[in-house]
């Protein structure tokens, strides 16, 4: 159930900072350089991709400026995939303010169209990716059955595919929509399949995403302890990330964290992440990347009970720059309903009448619904304290009806209740006693689902079990594999030095004994050198640099003892005919004893 009185920016700012690939301002001008250089329709498109995306946290103007332009540039190049490309990234930074349901409309046109286009185009994993875009959109709505009817279609192509991060990507999709559809453990299956293919193929990305998933579902059953475990895991995962925007994504991470422990209930700690995530932010010189950790800061404050302290904070200068954000993005009607909130609490009802009135265009005209429905809870609660009843029924009505169609069983129930005790107060029995019969059918509903959630925790225990047993037994058959094949190897580079001896023995022409050695020699030393490169990932982790630095080592160690070490065994064994008397000797003490046991 959304935290009516005290939450009421998460649901703005969440997506957009974790999803978009942030940049500093020196970063942004380095891109502009290298557009103004690209010659190519292909290198054109790649700079405004990631320009228009980086500016939604900067400038709107500016991003849709560059949208457009991407648009054009592809249209003009007849490059279909670019046409796609084009088009899903338009779609994919307006989803970044899903808040805004005018926004969430543009994301699914622009996704639409990219669709269109891939379909007359008969490219399947264009199709594939760009429905697993629709879906995401989708559940911003939310329709969570339209976007797993997006899904499934998405997913009937993309198992035909050679492509494994699609796969991931589209089981990371269903885990999103069981987990809106309180389908807990079909939502945790598709999450670790997404993670392991992630692992098989060693797509840090597709593992990280999977691991944030994952510490997703385990926030939403409540447990806490392990949703924190597995983003710290998604954090460290960006240490195997090559990529500029890593420093930017750590800033999230720490606000994330510290978002896991205020749900938590740790204060103190949840502060501290998000104090955290400021300096980090601070040292990158990107104003605009500190936006979710002031939002966090004033919600914790709220959280907290400490309304006073929280209008300070909005008033300082964190909060203008928060304001100025919000203005610049067009969620102004955020800005008032903050103040309006704080004053609520506070007790200045005058303030908060003025602030709520001011917001009402913007949360009843643009706001998607659950941000509606909070904002009407809000306000609702404001007219409870004024004494000012039937226009509080009126908003409970207008939450009830959304709750509803959203399946919001514990705001359908927070609505009852409330709607019970309004009614009572104004003495319209009939209706009170409908409102109390409704609370407590949902009241058992909600019952249920809170049994649902211990179940899922101790069936999601069960699961994760049941995966790493069967991942330990995978990975115990790898090493057995491996060993025997190590085995089978070690015992056909011995078989060719016995033979190399032996025909030493023997009167064999040179040549012969040559082209066995060198066979011999070369599947010894490859031998090694497989056996070091192996094993100098701990060393190197996986850098180029390193592993190029590390094998002309050992080849400048190798190579000449590898020459040196054939050419004296093959001089030995063919020159002199120093073996062949022991060849003789050997034959006539066989063919001895044959004649004696005769």
């Known amino acids: 159930m959304p935290h009516f009185k005290k939450s009421f920016l998460l649901l703005f700012f969440?997506?957009?900072?974790?999803?978009?690939?942030?940049?500093?301002?020196?970063?942004?001008?380095?891109?502009?350089?290298?557009?103004?250089?690209?010659?190519?329709?292909?290198?054109?498109?790649?700079?405004?991709?990631?320009?228009?995306?980086?500016?939604?946290?900067?400038?709107?103007?500016?991003?849709?400026?560059?949208?457009?332009?991407?648009?054009?540039?592809?249209?003009?190049?007849?490059?279909?995939?670019?046409?796609?490309?084009?088009?899903?990234?338009?779609g994919?930074?307006?989803?970044?303010?899903?808040?805004?349901?005018?926004?969430?409309?543009?994301?699914?046109?622009?996704?639409?169209?990219?669709?269109?286009?891939?379909?007359?185009?008969?490219?399947?994993?264009?199709?594939?990716?760009?429905?697993?875009n629709l879906a995401a959109a989708t559940l911003a709505v939310p329709d969570k059955d339209k976007a797993l009817s997006y899904i499934n279609q998405a997913f009937s192509i993309i198992s035909t595919l050679n492509n494994d991060s699609l796969k991931g990507a589209a089981h990371n999709a269903y885990g999103d929509a069981y987990l809106v559809g309180n389908d807990k453990i079909l939502a945790l299956r598709h999450y670790f399949s997404a993670l392991?293919?992630?692992?098989?193929?060693?797509?840090?990305?597709?593992?990280?995403q999977s691991n944030i998933n994952l510490s997703g579902f385990y926030s939403s059953i409540e447990d806490y302890d392990k949703a924190i475990d597995y983003y710290t895991t998604a954090n460290q995962n960006l240490n195997e990330i090559k990529q500029k925007?890593?420093?930017?994504?750590?800033?999230?991470?720490?606000?994330?964290?510290?978002?896991?422990?205020?749900?938590?209930?740790?204060?103190?700690?949840?502060?501290?992440?998000?104090?955290?995530?400021?300096?980090?932010?601070?040292?990158?010189?990107?104003?605009?990347?500190?936006?979710?950790?002031?939002?966090?800061?004033?919600?914790?404050?709220?959280?907290?009970?400490?309304?006073?302290?929280?209008?300070?904070?909005?008033?300082?200068?964190?909060?203008?720059?928060?304001?100025?954000?919000?203005?610049?993005?067009?969620?102004?009607?955020?800005?008032d309903q903050a103040y309006a909130v704080i004053y609520a609490e506070i007790g200045k009802y005058d303030s908060a009448q003025f602030y709520f009135d001011r917001a009402a265009p913007f949360f009843l005209n643009s706001a998607n619904p659950v941000s509606k429905m909070s904002y009407l809870a809000q306000q609702a609660n404001l007219y409870k304290k004024t004494n000012q009843n039937d226009k509080a029924i009126s908003m409970w009505l207008q939450v009830s009806d959304i709750a509803a169609k959203t399946s919001q069983l514990e705001s359908t129930q927070k609505a009852a209740k409330e709607l019970d005790s309004l009614y009572l107060k104004t003495g319209n029995f009939q209706f009170a006693s409908q409102y109390n019969s409704i609370y407590y059918q949902y009241k058992d509903s909600v019952a249920k689902l809170n049994k649902e959630k211990e179940l899922a925790q101790v069936e999601a225990a069960d699961e994760q079990l049941r995966l790493e047993k069967s991942e330990k037994e995978k990975e115990e058959a790898k090493h057995k594999r491996f060993y025997l094949q190590y085995l089978a190897i070690t015992?056909?580079?011995?078989?060719?030095?016995?033979?190399?001896?032996?025909?030493?023995?023997?009167?064999?022409?040179?040549?012969?004994?040559?082209?066995?050695?060198?066979?011999?020699f070369l599947m010894f030393f490859e031998f090694i050198f497989l056996i070091f490169k192996k094993n100098i990932y701990s060393i190197t982790e996986g850098e180029p640099w390193k592993d190029l630095l590390f094998m002309i080592a050992l080849a400048a160690i190798l190579l000449p003892l590898h020459h040196w070490l054939e050419h004296k065994v093959i001089h030995y064994l063919t020159s002199h005919n120093r073996l062949t008397d022991a060849g003789k000797r050997l034959r006539m003490r066989l063919f001895n004893r044959k004649d004696s046991d005769s």
């Open 14 to 90: 969440s997506i957009a900072f974790i999803t978009a690939k942030s940049q500093s301002v020196g970063d942004i001008d380095s891109m502009k350089i290298q557009f103004s250089k690209a010659t190519t329709a292909a290198e054109k498109v790649y700079w405004l991709d990631l320009l228009s995306r980086t500016m939604m946290n900067v400038s709107l103007e500016q991003a849709d400026k560059y949208g457009k332009q991407l648009i054009e540039v592809a249209e003009e190049s007849r490059d279909r995939k670019l046409m796609i490309k084009a088009y899903n990234s338009n």
């Open 92 to 132: 994919t930074r307006y989803g970044y303010f899903g808040g805004n349901k005018d926004n969430t409309n543009k994301s699914i046109g622009y996704f639409n169209q990219a669709l269109d286009i891939a379909k007359e185009n008969r490219m399947d994993e264009e199709i594939g990716l760009t429905m697993l």
């Open 491 to 520: 015992i056909g580079i011995t078989a060719c030095f016995v033979a190399l001896v032996i025909l030493g023995m023997f009167k064999v022409s040179a040549g012969t004994i040559k082209m066995i050695g060198f066979f011999a």
């Open 245 to 335: 925007n890593t420093r930017y994504m750590r800033v999230i991470d720490m606000n994330s964290i510290g978002g896991l422990y205020a749900q938590k209930k740790s204060y103190d700690i949840a502060i501290s992440y998000f104090e955290r995530s400021l300096a980090i932010a601070d040292s990158l010189k990107f104003p605009t990347i500190k936006i979710p950790a002031y939002v966090s800061l004033l919600n914790q404050y709220l959280r907290m009970d400490q309304p006073a302290k929280a209008l300070t904070y909005f008033n300082s200068s964190a909060g203008q720059s928060l304001q100025k954000f919000l203005s610049d993005f067009g969620f102004a009607g955020v800005i």
């Open 196 to 208: 392991r293919i992630g692992e098989d193929i060693h797509n840090m990305s597709l593992v990280r």
